[in-house]
């Protein structure tokens, strides 16, 4: 309890970071109880052929996308990515709702749900790309993963909830219609974020080029490759469960529409309890996790194709819910940490776009193996999907903790920095890694007026007052750097700074900064304006004219 009560505090603490995560959490119940809808709606009107083929319709557009559409956090920002797709997600499933109830031909209820589901494939990597550079070190940033992995269950849970009382006493448009208002919530609680780029993207770049220097390092590196590989091999097992969850309650077991939501709750709520052991995962090892995660899910999988009562399926399927939700965090969480962080939107767009694939596959694969040999004998193949991929990489994965260890937090703090947003990914990276953190209690002087320059800046987390003879000129929080008038011009500081609150900042050394600086011209040009425009402004405060404090 301790432990998640840190994990909470550690989010809720970060103002930004709480919106995204609220957000998240509203995206998350309408995503499943949307989709539990759609099939529900299409198994209605032609059974599970139908209804295999209306995933389908709804994936193959999202897998296609998600590569192309990732490459707006690069290239511009992923908040803007992140509320357009919130926002076309509340007009597609508002366009469904009206259809549905307005009786109209099945097919532009149809259309409504590929749009929605279209930008669903623009949620993930917005977020993966927002996620780090708004963590102020790399315990955070999977904390606020962790965090992630909790609400996806606890969505899965209230969406099955929900969608089974909904769909007992209703229609499938009350799911459309609410889902539609909890999304333009969504797209509320994020609009006001900085829409400053978060890994430096180009805006010349193009989306092709964006999208194959993705695949580039994909193919290159078989970690990389193995981590987005299993997400989409864990996605054919959720696509096919999601449709397998509505042959089981109808036709195996003749429990009704309304049990495919209470099947969907089972396996949210092993999500939310397994999955709060997620928490463990802060600070430690994740290859292991996944592979004794990924032997958990099939084994429990495997199990519910010889139970014969609702209970005992019940029971099975929160295994399933829980050692899919480790897995799910583990394996992010890792690929979060391996890849360049100039990259991470385009790779985890590539991961969301083959994870929409996956889906696509289970909803084919589902159907294909229930017309083969019925219901149990598709919940006994699907079960097999994710431990023969263990099976063949097992030693691999043991050793991709080894590897990870690129400094993703301190590179989005840096390109959040005017002075270093132009340094290019290798250059950047190195300077990440020579940062050093310090922490200051309130009150703590930082820098003093007078003395030598030998350090540069950057702050994390909390409030820095800049004083020059006494007099405060200017309050420097999250995102602004100081130091470098000293460093650049090799004289003395020319202000003191005094945390007023803890503040956590990333040091720099003179001679890393300097030669960050000097070695690339453009951020040699910003430096110098920089130092420029702050030496000016105090020419004037010198001389008595009012000097505006910088934002």
Known sequence: MRLALRVFGRVARNGALGRVVTAYALFILTEYAVWIAMLVYAYGNGGATT????????????????????????????VRLLVGGYVLQAVGTAA???????????????????????????????????VPSLTRDVEELTAANVLLGWLESLGIVFAGVGTGLILARGSVEYVFAAAAVLLAGAGWLVVALP???????????????????????VLRSRRTRLLVGLLGAEYVVVGALDLLFVVMAIDVLGLGPAWTGYFNTAYGVGGVFLGSLAVLLVGRRLGPVIVLTAVLLGVALGATAFASGSVAVVGLLTLVGGGRALFDVATRSLLQRAVPADMVARIFGLAEGLAMGGLAVGSLLAPALVAMGGGRFALAGVAAVLPLVVVFRGRLLLRLDQHAQVPIVEISLLRSLPLFHDLPAPALEGVARALERVDYASGTVMIKEGDDGDRYYAIADGHVEIRQQ????????????????ALLQGGRRTATAVATSPVTAYALDRESFLVAVNGHAPTRQTATAIAYTLQERDERRAAGHDVPDPE
Request: aromatic share 4%; charged share 10%; proline share 5%.
């Open 51 to 78: 209804a295999g083929l209306v995933a389908l319709a709804q994936l193959l557009p999202a897998a296609a996308i998600a590569p192309f559409a990732s490459t707006v956090s690069d290239r511009r920002s992923p």
């Open 470 to 485: 006494g007099l405060g000129i200017a309050v420097l929080g999250r995102g602004h750097g100081m130091g470098e008038i």
């Open 195 to 217: 829409t400053r780029t978060a890994a430096g993207g180009t805006a010349t770049a193009g989306a092709l080029r964006h999208v194959g220097s993705g695949i580039a390092v």
């Open 96 to 130: 469904a709702a009206v259809a549905i109830f307005l009786d109209a031909a099945p097919y532009l209820a149809y259309l409504g749900a590929v749009l929605a589901a279209a930008a669903v494939s623009t949620t993930r990597p917005a977020q993966a790309a927002l």
